[in-house]
């Protein structure tokens, strides 16, 4: 059944509770079921891994990386035994861009701290955001344009070049500022995985009932598996129905992560489809203008086997050349931020991505837009606090703010390369649910740019450059305007 969302901290961390819940059970011989309170959860269970980052960049006066020296540090907190992201890290930090002259180093640092757990994207989005960090940096320094930083810093082995194009916006408003700023995104995705599934086929009214072994936590691998099937049979979509997920139909699952379990569950439907046609295929030469009811009925009557079951390996047929590749996108983010209150309006985001040919675009939108405002929180409202203790401060929705209905941006605008399969993909398409995220932290570099074009007004700060941080915008939107004959109507 689902659990009503995760982005994988119930991928370990489920141990807390289903092992007590297992024994209360085993003692009483009843069904338990917990629930644990809000705060309880924010408290104990992990957070994303603390990411930071020392680099030296030496640049052209065009822009273009000559050499690059960085050190980044993920903290997997005092045990350090659970989720180590240093693989993650070494794979995604790149992004599109030439990697030829770097030296990069990653480390998994051990600390007094909280042992942090996997959280949708993880690594990938701190990373990307680190390496784009750098671009807006040489940007600053050399008074650059942010995007020809990046296109003159693109990989010439990257499959796809991103042409992206935008415009100044020159403002007369003092207090009012926009901010502009373009983030480009490649997104590694390795397929993996031990899935089962079963298709049963009722003769009585030729429905189809589905059994996986991903776990349905509103990202609607269910439904996908539905319309798959339906496809792959040829028949309608309310003829079909999922069943929970279950040890017995699924005894050896994995967690479902990495953008990857609906496709690889899809992909064992298809092939449980192809066995049970193949079973039913000499009764349909029999009869061939029949209808899918009768069909079914007939093949009943004749003693074809109507369930088929179906594992996801790498040998199964359109899997073997599936080995991994990678997820594009773009996007463009433009706030308005009031230097004087601190408030940013989000009013527009466009969202470029490569989804191949998505199985369902509608869910994928809806996957996108998740994806994309949860990272506006993780990058300008949300905020772990611990004190010198280790307890954690902001434990409750007074004081951790994730985004609300009007963080939302204005204008949202999400678009899907039309006509363009992904020839090695499941039924052509690509990842989509956790690489929005990972352009998230474009909404920070806008505000950053927003606050910086006040800055310049005033001659406030001769240090331009400042690490995006939520702490750090309400001071720096402070410093923007320390000269008092700015305040003279």
Not at 26 to 49: A, D, E, H, W
Not at 282 to 291: D, G, H
Not at 384 to 411: A, C, H, M, Q, S
Request: net charge neutral; proline share 5%; with cysteine.
């Amino acid at each position: 059944r689902r659990i009503g969302g995760a982005y994988g901290a119930k991928i370990s961390r489920n141990g807390l509770i289903s092992n007590v819940a297992a024994l209360a059970a085993y003692k009483l011989q009843k069904p338990v079921k917990l629930s644990m309170p809000f705060i309880t959860n924010m408290n104990v269970i992990g957070k994303r891994n603390p990411f930071a980052m020392d680099y030296e960049v030496g640049v052209s006066d065009e822009g273009v990386i000559e050499y690059l020296n960085a050190s980044l540090y993920s903290d997997i907190g005092s045990e350090g035994r659970n989720e180590n992201l240093t693989a993650v890290i070494s794979v995604s930090f790149g992004n599109i861009c030439n990697q030829d002259p770097w030296d990069v180093t990653v480390y998994s640092t051990r600390t007094n701290s909280h042992t942090s757990t996997w959280c949708r994207a993880p690594a990938n989005t701190e990373s990307i955001a680190a390496m784009e960090s750098i671009m807006e940096h040489i940007a600053v320094e050399l008074d650059l344009d942010p995007i020809q930083v990046r296109l003159r810093n693109l990989s010439q082995t990257t499959p796809d070049n991103l042409k992206l194009s935008t415009s100044n916006n020159l403002q007369a408003n003092r207090w009012i500022k926009k901010g502009l700023s373009v983030v480009p995104m490649l997104f590694p995705t390795f397929p993996f995985g031990y899935w089962n599934v079963v298709v049963s086929i009722y003769q009585y009214d030729g429905t189809v009932s589905v059994a996986h072994a991903g776990v349905e936590m509103e990202q609607r691998i269910n439904t996908k598996v539905a319309q798959v099937c339906a496809y792959a049979l040829g028949i309608p979509l309310e003829l079909v129905k999922t069943k929970p997920s279950n040890s017995l139909t699924a005894p050896n699952a994995l967690s479902s992560a990495g953008s990857i379990t609906t496709k690889s569950v899809c992909l064992a439907i298809l092939h449980a489809c192809d066995i049970l046609k193949e079973r039913m295929k000499p009764v349909k030469e029999k009869i061939p203008n029949t209808n899918w009811k009768e069909l079914v009925r007939q093949c009943y009557l004749e003693y074809a086997d109507l369930c088929a079951t179906s594992l996801y390996q790498p040998n199964l047929p359109d899997a073997k050349d599936l080995v991994g590749y990678s997820t594009y996108g773009a996007t463009c983010a433009e706030v308005e931020t009031d230097i004087l209150t601190g408030v940013s309006h989000i009013t527009r985001v466009d969202i470029l991505e490569d989804t191949g040919n998505s199985m369902s675009p509608e869910i994928d939108i809806g996957q996108v837009e998740g994806a994309f405002v949860m990272g506006m929180g993780y990058w300008t409202s949300e905020q772990i606090i611990f004190n010198e203790k280790g307890e954690l401060l902001t434990n409750r929705t007074w004081n951790y703010k994730p985004p609300e209905v009007k963080d939302i941006p204005i204008d949202f605008r999400i678009k899907f390369h039309k006509n363009n399969p992904f020839p090695i993909g499941i039924l052509k398409s690509k990842a989509t649910a956790e690489p929005p995220l990972c352009m998230s932290c474009v909404v920070a570099f806008a505000i950053r740019n927003a606050v910086g074009a006040a800055g310049n007004e005033a001659n406030a700060n001769e240090d331009k450059w400042y690490p995006i941080a939520k702490e750090n915008f309400e001071t720096l939107k402070g410093l923007q305007f320390n000269r008092s004959i700015l305040f003279l109507l």
